[in-house]
């Protein structure tokens, strides 16, 4: 989330600058440990509607 309103990975954190030594820098997203995880995630939710049918929930459209 912080990466869309502009942070960068950095050691040092600075506000003004939108830095911050938490965030991983983006080259860090491209193993394949994470693509699996990204995968994992993705389908748990595109599946959320099967997983609530299977304990008798429905989803309903709010007017």
Known sequence: MHYLYGW???QNRNDNAKQHPCLLPMAAFDTDALKETYQY???SII???KYLAYIDYELVAMA
Do not use: C, E, K
């Open 41 to 43: 995630d993705l389908q």
């Open 47 to 49: 599946n959320i509607s």
């Open 8 to 10: 960068q990975h950095n």
